[in-house]
């Protein structure tokens, strides 16, 4: 399966049956996740999940084909109701695969949990305390998370953040990193911070108020690369170095200026957040560390790079994914479950590189129509054929 190409030339011309049935075939599905794909979430589920269900609710699934990531094939699954998205990626992907596919990185899956001290006293010395006591008070943590200490996650560090001047006055805030491997570990990380905080309170003789995961995950990174080669940017009206130089100045418009790199990095999402909702992710989570992570040198900017470079377009996006393949909805959700196993059932970390690349590439494909016919031409151009 992993081995067969993703290059699927017309798959947009076939009916929505015949591309199930294609899917079925490629990622050998049975037939309870071919169903699945049908609409899989139950009400009884449904009602277990959150408070006062009434019913479900359903967006299209497609597939976005002709991704090589690592010099691996994948077909994308993507839950998405803005139209285009989908063409424009699978389009995207074509390029990038000229020029060899994604290339992708992650670091650890490490998250961070925040422990809010305040009335400490003397905070300089509980700061220095809580320094020298960290291995003691990682040690408390032991008997937490079994599944994720066997897989070797677990906790790995404090770190003592005093914040001198706040608008209620002083107060001393220590980061729990904790590695959870596959989990997303919004759960494990707050359990971790609501064990500590009793010890915390008592040696630093202050009181404990937040215990609760930050979602500037940003010791858990995944990057994206891409080059695609110039004269592949060519098309009837444009020159291929005309497009590639227009990239370039897109991008650079998008790290200079807010009002730009919102809308630059809400077309990110349109990729990233596609594949969180068909694998069952907190894209809210995603979102939110991503954007704090944009503005991390006090500046709201583009999270992407783009430059030419031995006549080729290069790209690069990295940011925080904090996404999970084991529990959760992953677990829940027959269609997440058969979307994780249409990605060849990927790690965390796989998956965050995945879903970097998905946003890299429809990055690309925004870019590449606003510097040339313009995104509203295009979908129209889409839209007449589509009817
Ligand atoms: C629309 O959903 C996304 C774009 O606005 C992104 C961009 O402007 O780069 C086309």
Avoid at 74 to 84: R, T
Avoid at 129 to 140: F, G, P, S, V, Y
Avoid at 184 to 190: L, V, Y
Avoid at 254 to 278: E, S, W
Wanted: net charge negative; glycine share 8%.
């Amino acid at each position: 399966m992993a081995s067969a190409s993703s290059r699927l030339s017309g798959f947009y011309q076939l009916s929505p049956t015949q591309r199930r049935q294609l899917i079925a075939t490629w990622a050998e599905l049975d037939d309870e996740e071919q169903a699945a794909l049908l609409g899989g979430l139950d009400i009884a589920t449904a009602d277990h999940l959150i408070e006062n269900v009434i019913g479900l609710y359903t967006l299209p699934l497609a597939i976005a084909p002709n991704f090589i990531i690592n010099e691996r094939n994948y077909l994308l699954p993507l839950v998405i109701e803005e139209p285009s998205v989908v063409a424009a990626m699978a389009n995207a992907a074509r390029l990038v695969r000229l020029g060899g596919g994604f290339r992708t990185g992650s670091t650890e899956p490490v998250m961070i949990g925040q422990i809010q001290l305040i009335d400490v006293p003397y905070p300089h010395a509980a700061a220095l305390r809580i320094r020298a006591l960290q291995d003691e008070l990682l040690a408390k943590l032991a008997h937490l998370h079994p599944t994720i200490r066997r897989l070797g996650g677990g906790p790995i560090e404090l770190q003592v953040r005093p914040l001198p001047d706040t608008d209620a006055g002083p107060m001393l805030i220590v980061h729990l990193l904790m590695d959870t491997r596959d989990a997303m570990g919004a759960n494990a990380i707050n359990t971790a911070c609501e064990t500590l905080a009793p010890e915390l309170e008592a040696i630093s003789e202050g009181r404990v108020l937040l215990r609760i995961l930050s979602n500037l995950s940003d010791q858990r990174r995944a990057w994206a690369e891409c080059r695609v080669p110039v004269t592949a940017l060519e098309s009837e009206d444009f020159k291929g170095r005309e497009v590639a130089a227009g990239i370039v100045a897109a991008n650079a418009f998008a790290i200079a200026d807010p009002y730009r790199a919102a809308t630059h990095n809400k077309g990110l999402f349109n990729g990233i957040d596609a594949v969180a909702l068909a694998t069952g992710q907190d894209w809210r989570a995603i979102e939110a560390g991503a954007h704090a992570y944009a503005a991390r040198q006090g500046h709201y900017r583009a999270l992407t790079d783009w430059h030419v470079e031995d006549a080729a377009l290069v790209g690069r996006l990295e940011m925080p994914l904090a996404v999970g393949t084991v529990g959760g909805l992953t677990k829940l959700h027959p269609t997440a479950r058969t979307a994780l196993k249409i990605l060849q059932r990927p790690d965390a970390r796989t998956l965050s590189e995945i879903m970097v690349a998905a946003g890299l590439a429809q990055n690309l494909a925004a870019l590449r129509a606003l510097v040339s016919e313009g995104i509203q031409q295009g979908h129209m151009r889409l839209h007449a054929r589509r009817l």
